[in-house]
Nanobody, 124 residues
Framework: RLVESGGDSVQSGGSLRLACTASGARLHYYAIAWFRQAPGKEREGVSC????????KYADSVKGRFTISRDNANNMVYLQINGLKPDDTAIYYC???????????????????WGQGTQVTVSP
């Protein structure tokens, strides 16, 4: 089971670092992605990192502000978010694939395991 942490309520322009780990499983075999879902909107894939960390990808909407990274020795994946905007307000989820590389398209159906999510709220 994946577990996210680090969500908070912050002001516009602030930064957060979200973290994802797994209980009872090693993450280093799998590509890991971050998704977000805002109220009334579909779940959106924002970033993905390959199992070894050599390949990353980002949605156009977050490029330059979000950075995904991983620490396989400690079974952690991170999402650093800078320059937060009110439009970033959402529940953020981490998700694991069953493969080592990021899929061409970050669609939720490709990812087999999910966490419960962590809330990020950005005020103007």
């Amino acid at each position: 089971r994946l577990v996210e942490s680090g969500g908070d309520s912050v002001q516009s322009g602030g930064s957060l670092r979200l973290a994802c780990t797994a209980s009872g499983a090693r993450l280093h075999y799998y590509a890991i992605a971050w998704f977000r879902q805002a109220p009334g909107k579909e779940r959106e894939g924002v970033s993905c990192i390959s199992s070894g960390g050599s390949t990353t990808k980002y949605a156009d909407s977050v490029k330059g502000r979000f950075t995904i990274s991983r620490d396989n020795a400690n079974n952690m994946v991170y999402l650093q978010i800078n320059g937060l905007k009110p439009d970033d307000t959402a529940i953020y989820y981490c998700a694991a694939t069953a493969i080592s590389y990021c899929p061409a398209n970050l669609v939720a159906g490709v990812f087999a395991s999910w966490g419960q999510g962590t809330q990020v709220t950005v005020s103007p």
